[in-house]
C-alpha cells in the first residue's frame, strides 16, 4: 500500500493495492474508514485496486491455468470480466 501526493487543489488520500483479494479488502476498509474519519475534512480519499494483472510475478498462474484449459476463466470476477495486463496500467 502507498500513499501518493499530487500537485492538485484539493487534499488527497489515494491507497493502492496489488492484485491480492485479501489486499483489496484490506484496503477497502482502510478508505471506508478513512472516508468516516475525514468526513468534515477538504480531504478526499479513493483507492485503486487494479485486480488479477498478468506479470512476472503472476506468471505461474497464468501458465497453470492454461495448461488446464482454463486459461479463459482467469479474471472472469474481475468487473470487466478479464484479466488486465501491464500495459492497461499505464
Same mark, same amino acid.
Given at each position: 500500500m502507498?500513499?501518493?501526493?499530487?500537485?492538485?487543489?484539493?487534499?488527497?488520500?489515494?491507497?493502492?493495492?496489488?492484485?491480492?483479494?485479501?489486499?483489496?479488502?484490506?484496503?477497502?476498509?482502510?478508505?471506508q474508514t478513512? @472516508?468516516?474519519?475525514?468526513? !468534515?475534512?477538504?480531504?478526499r480519499?479513493?483507492?485503486?485496486?487494479?485486480?488479477?494483472?498478468?506479470?512476472?510475478?503472476?506468471?505461474? @498462474?497464468?501458465?497453470?491455468?492454461?495448461? !488446464?484449459?482454463?486459461?479463459?476463466?482467469?479474471?472472469?470476477?474481475?468487473p470487466?470480466?478479464r484479466?488486465?495486463?501491464?500495459?492497461?496500467?499505464?
Open positions: 502507498q500513499i501518493v501526493q499530487a500537485k492538485l487543489r484539493e487534499p488527497v488520500l489515494l491507497y493502492l493495492s496489488s492484485m491480492i483479494s485479501l489486499h483489496t479488502h484490506r484496503v477497502n476498509s482502510i478508505v478513512s @472516508v468516516y474519519q475525514l468526513q !468534515r475534512t477538504d480531504i480519499v479513493n483507492s485503486i485496486c487494479p485486480g488479477l494483472i498478468e506479470t512476472n510475478m503472476t506468471k505461474d @498462474v497464468f501458465d497453470l491455468a492454461r495448461q !488446464r484449459g482454463s486459461g479463459g476463466k482467469l479474471g472472469q470476477l474481475n470487466l470480466g484479466y488486465g495486463l501491464p500495459q492497461g496500467m499505464i
